[in-house]
């Protein structure tokens, strides 16, 4: 009997035991992945009351359960716990976080939003709510998150961490999104993506580009000058960026020095194709006015014709010893007079004995520009032109003959036509 007594007090007094310390923990788990920023849901709750100890042990029950995904079992310890403790914060929390990793954010954003609005100061429920805007896609929001948290004293490094890889997300979000937008809307973007990391130079050469599409050449240049200097400097595409914008700042001399250092270097065409164009518009800036409008005429006249030739044929711009030429009476107030001038003293055109004119408003036609052409290569003494037949001179000096590639009465405009006095002025120096 009294052994019978032993054993019931025994029975008794572990059950009292048992109750006064509750179901025991599960065993510890690091947190991995995703989870680990998932901070426990206690971090920084600062309850207006004092919190039943019993609470946070099943608290850390469900905490553990967590860790280990094994959500079922969270979810039964925070029913017993919310059942005890309903206004358990940390308890809600954590229920949240479950739905959150279940996908369910809709129920999730709902609890963590109120905790967050309800205690201002709960660091747990700050940080839920910056990994529910990163599983919403709303990395910006995130960031911000992080920044702040991570500006308060004493915050854990874990925090830091994140919001680094919130920064890259973003940054990486930003200068995507700048790739497929028009350049007024990419600028902003950009702009925002090197706030954010400074350092990028893929993204600070994306965002200079684009403003040199917009023209806006003095801003391009400040927000290029970080890589000046610097070993990045010497890139290739750095270098055909500080060209293009010296071109726009209309300094052409310096861009036609770099297109040269990188034509020279290069095997890319693009280089040599881009130098040439650059040359000729510094050429372009640096002519008379009538010279810009022939080039661009859709149907050159001969007045035209003679402006083109005289700037682009050195060999008649220069030309010395030249007798003094007819007098021609319908020039006086033609634009380009000097260069028709120019080209009756070298013969090119004739003037009318009977009426004196030399019509210097005729359009000219494809087969008059091939007549021209030849007629200049004698003129001007080509070694290719000697002893050949007028019929094949064009040929025998690779020269393009627009009458074979036009209709033989269709009318030139300056482009072909400077075309075809590029080819003549290579074989007057071959």
Known sequence: MTDRLILLSLAVALMTVSCATGPALPPPVTPRGEDRFLVDPRSGYQPAVATPEDAGRRLEAAWRYFLAADYER???????????????????????????????????????????DQYPGYTA?????????????????????????????????????????????????????????????????????????????????????RLVGRQQYDEALRMIQPLVGTPDAERDDVQETLAEIEVGRGRYQEAI??????????????????LEDIK?????????????????????????????????????????????PPIATDIAEVPGRDEIVRAIAIGLYEVDPVTRRVS???????????????????????????????????AACRVTDPSATLEYDALVSGRTAARVIDEVDRALQR
């Open 125 to 209: 429920a700050r940080v839920y709510q910056a990994e529910l805007a990163l599983a919403e896609g709303n990395t910006r929001r995130a960031w911000e998150i992080y920044q702040s948290l991570v500006a308060q004293p004493d915050a854990p490094a874990l925090l830091s961490e994140r919001l680094a890889t919130a920064e890259r997300r973003l940054f990486d979000e930003l200068v995507t999104a700048a790739r497929d937008a028009e350049d007024l809307a990419a600028i902003p973007l950009l702009r925002e993506a090197l706030t954010i990391n400074p350092g990028a130079t893929e993204a600070r050469l994306l965002l200079v580009n």
């Open 280 to 324: 000729e518009q510094w050429t372009l800036v640096n002519l008379p006015q009538q010279y810009r409008t022939a080039l661009e005429s859709d149907a050159i006249t001969r007045a035209d014709l003679a402006v083109l030739i005289y700037w682009k044929l050195s060999s008649v711009r220069f030309a010395s010893n030249l007798p003094s």
């Open 360 to 394: 210097p408003f005729r359009t000219v036609t494809a087969s008059a520009l091939a007549r021209y052409a030849a007629r200049l290569l004698l003129l001007r003494g080509a070694s290719c032109a000697r002893g050949v037949p007028a019929e094949s001179l064009l």
């Open 74 to 116: 969270a979810r039964q310890r925070l029913a017993e716990l919310r059942a005890r403790t309903p206004d358990y914060a940390p308890a809600a929390l954590l229920g949240a976080a479950i739905d959150l990793r279940e996908g369910r954010l809709d129920a999730a954003r709902h609890t963590i939003n109120m905790l967050a």
């Open 257 to 274: 020095a770099r297109y040269e250092r990188l034509a020279r270097r290069s095997p890319d065409p693009h280089y040599a194709q881009r």
